[in-house]
């Protein structure tokens, strides 16, 4: 596998570009690719079998563009999916999502910490699992949130209806004084501010610059790490409405781009 492979990414939609802005960011020397199934968004409320599907059929895309690496930027895919991916993949690295439990476990100072997610991710192996090893003595309050993904998927970051959602979801978690929220959804972060607006002095969490970091110490492990002296390139692809794909990159990461569309066919992504 060469060095200067790129990095395949996916999630079902755009939330994943929080992740691909802090792996370009920390790894600006790398080439990526980044896959928005928006198509069959949202994940969350599908069961773990259509999400493994769709995700092994992205990741056979992205490995036939000689991706050196995947990172499911995505919690209900990474939750339903990871270990799949593994196992039908055992030669390829993989990097997934994880929920901040352990981080925010370390430094709530009440003992409550709120956790915003889908119904995808709360029921995966995966969170169960964090839960176990790192939440001991710390009460979770877990929240799920209908709608939420759609409204960031439409650029809808700081509207009114955005806001008065976000604060209905934080209702159970104010009144159990937590201190802390874990973003449980890579499409979340986009809406951090308004959160923080919403809940003043408490701390939320991002995964983004977590996850990159990860990014970059298997990249080492594996000698994979481009060492070229170079500014690194980035391709867009979406099985939604380009148009409104491209306008979206513009709005959330400053990205002035030509994406590309595809399509599925018989569980397949497909170039018409």
Not at 163 to 181: H, K, Q, S, V, Y
Not at 197 to 212: E, K, S, T, Y
Not at 253 to 266: C, K, P, R
Request: net charge negative; charged share 20%; glycine share 6%.
């Amino acid at each position: 596998m060469s060095n200067s492979a790129p990095i395949g990414i996916f999630d079902s939609g755009i939330g994943g570009l929080s992740v691909w802005r802090e792996i370009a960011r920390q790894l600006p020397r790398e080439d990526t690719i980044y896959f928005a199934d928006q198509i069959h968004i949202p994940y969350g409320p599908r069961s773990l079998q259509e999400i493994r599907s769709f995700s092994e059929a992205i990741t056979r895309f992205l490995l036939d563009r000689k991706c050196k690496m995947i990172v499911v930027a995505c919690n209900a895919a990474s939750a339903a999916a990871l270990q799949h991916l593994r196992a039908a993949f055992p030669e390829v690295p993989f990097v997934g999502m994880e929920p901040a439990v352990k981080p925010a476990a370390e430094t709530t100072r009440t003992g409550v910490v709120g956790v915003l997610a889908t119904p995808a991710t709360f029921q995966g192996e995966l969170f169960a699992s964090v839960v176990e090893r790192f939440a001991n003595g710390v009460q979770l309050v877990k929240e799920v949130c209908p709608g939420l993904v759609q409204q960031i998927e439409a650029g809808r970051l700081n509207t009114p209806d955005t806001r008065e959602m976000l604060d209905r979801f934080l209702i159970p978690i104010r009144a159990a004084n937590a201190d802390t929220i874990v973003l449980g959804c890579t499409h979340y972060p986009f809406v951090i501010e308004a959160l923080r607006q919403l809940a003043p002095g408490v701390n939320v969490i991002d995964p983004a610059p977590a996850v990159a970091r990860q990014v970059d110490r298997v990249l080492q492990e594996r000698g994979l790490l481009c060492a070229e002296d170079r500014i690194g390139r980035h391709r867009f692809v979406t099985s939604g409405d380009l148009d409104q794909y491209q306008q979206i990159l513009r709005l959330l990461v400053n990205v002035e781009t030509d994406a590309l569309q595809m399509y599925w066919e018989a569980g397949h992504v497909v170039k018409m």
